[in-house]
């Protein structure tokens, strides 16, 4: 097993008290543990709820030391961002971006990562994670000339291939993995069957391996929603995503706070409601590996 | 007739069976062609470029300079040895913090708790949120004036700090914005190898009175050890390239005093703020190799230590 997913077995339970009985742990254990958790939760959950409460506040408010916590709420900032400074068309072009990216990473990733899973292409695959490590700096410049002799800067296809440079190592790394662990006989079973290798692969793994092609789909589609820097070079000014926008957003004399906040609210929100629906996805991919040894 | 109907399927059963015979190459090809195109070649003309002195334009007439631009770069004690520092503090320290952190609160979810479903999705937030925008908020507040941390710092009687604008503060506060956003990550590779982890060894240490410290210290850890590694390399990775939090927090050249810049921000920075593409280059094959010498280190390590 290298994909772990982050249930744990429902065995434990029972074997616990059958087999050899946990020692009880003491009251004050309890309670530090209720407290560290509280603890944990507050530290990673508090900034952003700050950033909410602030992206309610007027700028004068945001300055007020005793309106902290007490104030009137106004949609205001959210009106500024979304109407006046055309946020709509920059969630249009990540979301293009993002899902392109992601779906024609998907197309040439998987039947790569399925050979190199395989048929044991160990070579081939450190080849492709190398982009893991590359910086991505290192390519921007060559990426800018090519692209800007193609007249291809400020398009979304430039934007749309740099991102699959982060998608496709990420995709092929989760489903080297996914498929490792995916096991031979059915696919033989369909040779007997009368498949061929590619009918096999198509007609049978591939179905069966809807669960890691949503926790490879997933990921990507956030790391590219989240991607800044390919964007802020490559982007034109009909095609800068969201992160560009909240940059620019503080290139002025004095910053709008309520405003920027509302921005950023606007760009996190979207990604953390994916998250919440596709917690066991994510949590699987991003630890794709951990156990491998 | 006859023939044209044989024909056809046979031309398709040929196309079949080379394309069966030949899948690994069919199926590996489309990602290896992207990848040769969109990354060796561009990475084989920023070798190039090293060797040159490209500035203002790359179409513009440079010369082959030999290693002078690696001459010029590495004795460079003014930005780039101290860019080199600075990625090393942030990466380690970041790092440290969260390793540490990280295997506290896996070690407090790794037993099943109520609620515990609550707190797994408070800690998975951070690390979806886009970090241009975790910057953002940062930034705001840690903001000197109007900022909360100071107003925390103002209700126990501590004086109000600079932090990301002080020159010796903005680094530490960064390395504090990236603990908070990539210490989840760090939880959740930790509890996956947690989870995995038989009890037995465990059971059998409890049994001969082994307290919990000691069965921590002695027994998880070193069964540990393969999640650890791989832990600390895809975090380090990442963090030795971390770009967006410093460039939105701080822009270019990480600061007044560069007090933020590390190798990405420098190397971005000579790219497309001086157009000096020559040390640019010369810069990022430097900081390519570092990474590839760090990562070769722990995985030599690791095989060493399974042998």
Not at chain 1, 203 to 222: E, K
Not at chain 1, 238 to 246: C, D, E, F, R, S
């Amino acid at each position: 097993m290298t994909t772990t997913l982050p249930a744990r077995p429902a065995a434990e339970a029972p074997r616990e008290v059958a087999v050899a009985p946990r020692r009880r742990k003491p009251r004050a254990y309890k309670i530090f543990r209720v407290i560290a958790l509280t603890l944990t939760v507050l530290l990673f959950i508090a900034p952003l709820v700050w950033m909410f409460i602030a992206s309610l506040k007027t700028n004068v408010d945001i300055y007020d030391a005793s309106k902290t916590l007490f104030f009137t709420p106004t949609l205001d900032n959210y009106d500024n961002v979304l109407s006046r400074n055309n946020y709509f068309g920059f969630i249009f072009n990540s979301f293009w971006v993002a899902l392109l990216s992601t779906l024609f990473s998907l197309l040439i990733g998987v039947p790569a990562a399925y050979a190199m899973s395989r048929f044991a292409m160990h070579r081939s695959a450190l080849v492709v994670l190398m982009a893991r490590i590359i910086p991505g700096v290192s390519l921007l410049v060559p990426w800018y000339f090519i692209f800007a002799n193609m007249r291809m800067v400020g398009g979304f296809g430039v934007l749309i291939l740099s991102h699959m440079f982060v998608a496709l190592p990420l995709i092929v790394y989760i489903m080297i993995s996914y498929f490792d662990s995916t096991p031979l006989e059915l696919e033989e079973q369909a040779q007997v069957d009368g498949l061929t290798h590619i009918g096999a692969f198509l007609r049978i793994t591939l179905p069966l391996s809807v669960p890691g092609l949503a926790t490879a789909g997933i990921l990507s589609f956030i790391f590219s929603w989240n991607n800044f820097m390919f964007a802020l070079v490559l982007s034109g000014a009909n095609t800068k995503t969201l992160p560009v926008a909240i940059f620019n957003f503080v290139s002025y004399a004095s910053i709008d706070w309520g405003s920027l906040m509302a921005a950023a609210v606007v760009v996190t929100v979207p990604i953390m409601v994916i998250a919440l629906f596709t917690q066991k996805y994510i949590v699987s991919g991003l630890t794709a590996g951990a156990t491998k040894g | 007739m006859t023939t044209m109907v044989t024909t056809k399927p046979s031309m398709w059963t040929n196309f079949s069976t080379w394309a069966n015979r030949y899948r690994k190459w069919l199926f590996a090809a489309p990602a290896m062609i992207f990848v040769g195109l969109l990354i060796a070649v561009p990475l084989g003309w920023t070798l190039y470029l090293s060797v040159t002195d490209s500035e203002g334009s790359v179409r513009a007439a440079s010369n082959l300079v030999g290693l002078s631009n690696y001459f010029e770069v590495l004795t460079d004690t003014d930005r780039f040895w101290p860019a080199v520092m600075r990625t090393f503090v942030f990466t380690g320290g970041a790092l440290a913090v969260e390793l540490i952190l990280g295997m506290c609160i896996a070690l407090l979810l790794w037993r099943p708790f109520r609620g515990e479903k609550w707190v797994r999705v408070a800690i998975l937030l951070p690390l979806v949120a886009t970090p241009v925008a975790v910057g953002m908020m940062w930034r705001l507040i840690f903001d000197p004036n109007i900022g909360f941390a100071n107003q925390v710092l103002s209700w126990v009687g501590i004086p109000a700090q600079p932090w990301l604008s002080g020159q010796y503060t903005a680094l530490p506060t960064l390395m504090f914005v990236d603990i908070w956003q990539w210490t989840p990550m760090v939880v959740l590779m930790l509890l996956a190898g947690l989870t995995s982890l038989s009890d037995e060894p465990d059971e059998a240490a409890r049994i001969d009175g082994a307290n919990s410290w000691q069965r921590f210290w002695f027994v998880t850890l070193p069964l540990m050890r393969a999640t650890v590694i791989v832990t600390i390399v895809l975090r380090g990775i990442d963090a030795l390239k971390t770009f967006d939090i410093l460039y939105a927090t701080k822009g270019k050249g990480g600061g007044s005093f560069h007090e933020v810049e590390t190798l990405n921000i420098y190397a971005f920075g000579l790219s497309f703020d001086y157009n000096d593409y020559g040390i640019a280059s010369t810069v990022l094959i430097l900081f390519f190799l570092l990474i590839i010498a760090i990562m070769w280190v722990l995985t030599y390590r690791r095989k060493a230590n399974r042998s």
